[in-house]
């Protein structure tokens, strides 16, 4: 026997008597490995220095022979689901004639208190032992489908850490701080809501080409149809707007832009129709609202607003219906859309869908334009490349440039593909689990997210990632040009302000186009100056 002041390890292994003479298993499987076990554990442990900081080892659940030995030695994460099942192997530093507490349980586990009564009788059954508690939540059963730890959570009175953050530095700095400490994938529950992060390209695949069957919008969009009206976007069925999608897609693929170059560049270079300018009013009302479905003044205005876009579209739909008359545009593919079972477009679709495309373009578009601008007249060596860019097409094509001339525009257009980098128009983008995944990190670990999560795609800090993007705080247009095509470089999805895979935004190519039209424009007419609060909120360049 050891002098008093040397520890001693002691740990508990529960099978019963008729169990062990019972059963005549082989191999690794059979009881007389598991003393095969216990002598390993041993040896192993005695090469241990401090034993005083070894308190638990977490297994999976399996046969614990001398195969189940080489588990032990695993300092790795156990994977099973958090609220079904918990394997636990107790090991704890005893010193002699003081015994304490070795296991004890939470979550409904067993507990077992250890007294000096029963020291001596455990270590002469075994130089160690060892205990094996399964826990079951209530009438639960192990699922055999739990073999992948969930990604590490954020909860408890860590939440309130988090929301200081994000109220004092802002969702960048709240989410960084998540992903220096927790990965790329990562947890945040609040109450019953449990929001999973997902950082970076590698994890990101998923998300964006996941099917609605797995993973959708969830109710999330639906304050969208007071605006757009119950024809429409989310107020139909998902067969019926997947089909109303496609409509979009045809009237903005980039074949089409070719016809909508004319009427973009008139808008720019004439003034506002009094009918225009009462058009855009109305939009404003249309979507300046916080609470749409709270009975307020200002609800009160939207719909208001919408009665009267409809009265204004419904005057030009039936006019061109009354007297044949056909236009090339947006408007008459609309009109002239058919559904797969050859039903045409009602009024009130027409109207919904008109709605929903100058919606979904206007605010984007105008907040793009504007931080364009801000960039390229704060930064007089940017400016002077786009000049000249704009003087060289205009010796090729003339004064009046077509579309061509705008295909050619690659630093303008490298300039707002930098600018969506920096101030993309929606800084998260959020999808609802409805089936089990797994996702994989870039490091090679494995997380299971369970159906009903809340998936989060920051944009605002994907895009930011320092890994991808060489001094991701610098406005530089040249990352996306010959010979560093970052975004290229990252992955398939390390650039997504137009988001991506199934879900990227099918108005891209029609944004850009309009862009560059308003900046061309306005480049070749006017001497521009940057006032100085936009110097302030961008910084140097």
């Given at each position: 026997?050891?002098?008093?002041?040397?520890?001693?390890?002691?740990?508990?292994?529960?099978?019963?008597?008729?169990?062990f003479f019972r059963d005549r298993s082989l191999g690794s499987d059979s009881p007389i490995s598991g003393i095969d076990c216990l002598a390993h554990f041993v040896d192993a442990l005695s090469h241990i220095h401090d034993l005083s900081n070894l308190k638990k080892q977490e297994m999976h659940d399996q046969s614990f022979g001398s195969d189940g030995t080489k588990?032990?030695?695993?300092?790795?994460?156990s994977r099973y689901h958090e609220e079904d099942c918990c394997i636990n192997v107790a090991v704890d530093c005893f010193h002699q004639h003081q015994a304490a507490a070795l296991c004890q349980s939470t979550n409904n586990c067993v507990s077992m208190d250890m007294t000096n009564d029963i020291v001596w009788l455990t270590i002469a059954l075994a130089s160690i032992?060892?205990?094996?508690?399964?826990?079951?939540?209530?009438?639960?059963?192990?699922?055999?489908?739990?073999?992948?730890?969930?990604?590490?959570?954020?909860?408890?009175?860590?939440?309130?850490?988090?929301?200081?953050?994000?109220?004092?530095?802002?969702?960048?700095?709240?989410?960084?701080?998540?992903?220096?400490?927790?990965?790329?994938?990562?947890?945040?529950?609040?109450?019953?809501?449990?929001?999973?992060?997902?950082?970076?390209?590698?994890?990101?695949?998923?998300?964006?080409?996941?099917?609605?069957?797995?993973?959708?919008?969830?109710?999330?969009?639906?304050?969208?149809?007071?605006?757009?009206?119950?024809?429409?976007?989310?107020?139909?069925?998902?067969?019926?707007?997947?089909?109303?999608?496609?409509?979009?897609?045809?009237?903005?693929?980039?074949?089409?832009?070719?016809?909508?170059?004319?009427?973009?560049?008139?808008?720019?270079?004439?003034?506002?129709?009094?009918?225009?300018?009462?058009?855009?009013?109305?939009?404003?009302?249309?979507?300046?609202?916080?609470?749409?479905?709270?009975?307020?003044?200002?609800?009160?205005?939207?719909?208001?607003?919408?009665?009267?876009?409809?009265?204004?579209?419904?005057?030009?739909?039936?006019?061109?219906?009354?007297?044949?008359?056909?236009?090339?545009?947006?408007?008459?593919?609309?009109?002239?859309?058919?559904?797969?079972?050859?039903?045409?477009?009602?009024?009130?679709?027409?109207?919904?869908?008109?709605?929903?495309?100058?919606?979904?373009?206007?605010?984007?578009?105008?907040?793009t334009s504007i931080w364009t601008g801000a960039h390229l007249l704060a930064s007089a060596r940017i400016l002077k490349s786009v000049l000249v860019e704009q003087k060289i097409l205009i010796s090729k094509y003339g004064d009046h440039l077509d579309y061509n001339a705008f295909l050619e525009m690659d630093t303008l257009h490298n300039c707002i593909k930098e600018?969506?980098?920096?101030?993309?128009?929606?800084?998260?983008?959020?999808?609802?689990?409805?089936?089990?995944?797994?996702?994989?990190?870039?490091?090679?670990?494995?997380?299971?997210?369970?159906?009903?999560?809340?998936?989060?795609?920051?944009?605002?800090?994907?895009?930011?990632?320092?890994?991808?993007?060489?001094?991701?705080?610098?406005?530089?247009?040249?990352?996306?040009?010959?010979?560093?095509?970052?975004?290229?470089?990252?992955?398939?999805?390390?650039?997504?302000?137009?988001?991506?895979?199934?879900?990227?935004?099918?108005?891209?190519?029609?944004?850009?186009?309009?862009?560059?039209?308003?900046?061309?424009?306005?480049?070749?007419?006017?001497?521009?100056?940057?006032?100085?609060?936009?110097?302030?909120?961008?910084?140097?360049?």
């Amino acid at each position: 026997m050891a002098r008093a002041s040397k520890p001693l390890i002691l740990a508990i292994a529960s099978q019963d008597s008729a169990s062990f003479f019972r059963d005549r298993s082989l191999g690794s499987d059979s009881p007389i490995s598991g003393i095969d076990c216990l002598a390993h554990f041993v040896d192993a442990l005695s090469h241990i220095h401090d034993l005083s900081n070894l308190k638990k080892q977490e297994m999976h659940d399996q046969s614990f022979g001398s195969d189940g030995t080489k588990q032990i030695f695993q300092v790795v994460p156990s994977r099973y689901h958090e609220e079904d099942c918990c394997i636990n192997v107790a090991v704890d530093c005893f010193h002699q004639h003081q015994a304490a507490a070795l296991c004890q349980s939470t979550n409904n586990c067993v507990s077992m208190d250890m007294t000096n009564d029963i020291v001596w009788l455990t270590i002469a059954l075994a130089s160690i032992t060892v205990v094996i508690t399964k826990a079951k939540r209530k009438t639960a059963k192990l699922d055999p489908k739990c073999i992948r730890m969930p990604p590490p959570a954020v909860k408890g009175l860590s939440i309130i850490r988090i929301l200081h953050t994000l109220l004092t530095k802002g969702l960048q700095q709240m989410i960084h701080d998540q992903y220096k400490k927790l990965g790329s994938v990562f947890t945040v529950r609040f109450f019953r809501m449990k929001a999973t992060f997902l950082i970076g390209p590698e994890v990101s695949a998923h998300f964006y080409q996941g099917t609605d069957y797995e993973i959708s919008n969830g109710v999330g969009l639906e304050f969208t149809v007071p605006m757009l009206g119950k024809e429409v976007g989310y107020g139909v069925d998902s067969a019926t707007r997947n089909e109303q999608f496609r409509v979009f897609y045809d009237v903005l693929k980039p074949s089409k832009l070719r016809s909508h170059y004319g009427s973009i560049l008139q808008e720019v270079e004439v003034s506002w129709e009094k009918m225009l300018d009462e058009f855009f009013t109305l939009f404003q009302e249309l979507t300046d609202k916080f609470f749409p479905d709270v009975p307020t003044p200002a609800t009160r205005r939207r719909d208001i607003a919408r009665a009267k876009l409809s009265e204004m579209l419904t005057e030009i739909v039936r006019s061109r219906k009354e007297y044949s008359h056909v236009e090339n545009d947006v408007l008459q593919n609309f009109i002239d859309f058919k559904y797969s079972d050859g039903r045409s477009t009602t009024e009130s679709e027409v109207i919904g869908l008109m709605i929903t495309l100058i919606l979904a373009g206007k605010h984007t578009s105008t907040i793009t334009s504007i931080w364009t601008g801000a960039h390229l007249l704060a930064s007089a060596r940017i400016l002077k490349s786009v000049l000249v860019e704009q003087k060289i097409l205009i010796s090729k094509y003339g004064d009046h440039l077509d579309y061509n001339a705008f295909l050619e525009m690659d630093t303008l257009h490298n300039c707002i593909k930098e600018t969506l980098r920096i101030h993309p128009p929606v800084a998260i983008f959020r999808r609802k689990v409805h089936k089990n995944f797994i996702v994989q990190t870039k490091d090679g670990i494995e997380y299971e997210i369970h159906s009903g999560h809340t998936l989060v795609s920051p944009v605002i800090f994907n895009n930011n990632l320092p890994h991808i993007y060489k001094d991701p705080d610098v406005y530089d247009p040249d990352r996306f040009g010959p010979g560093r095509e970052e975004d290229r470089v990252g992955g398939k999805f390390a650039y997504t302000s137009f988001s991506g895979g199934r879900h990227a935004c099918k108005g891209e190519s029609f944004a850009y186009l309009q862009i560059k039209v308003i900046w061309s424009y306005l480049l070749r007419n006017f001497e521009l100056k940057l006032n100085l609060l936009f110097l302030i909120l961008i910084g140097p360049s």
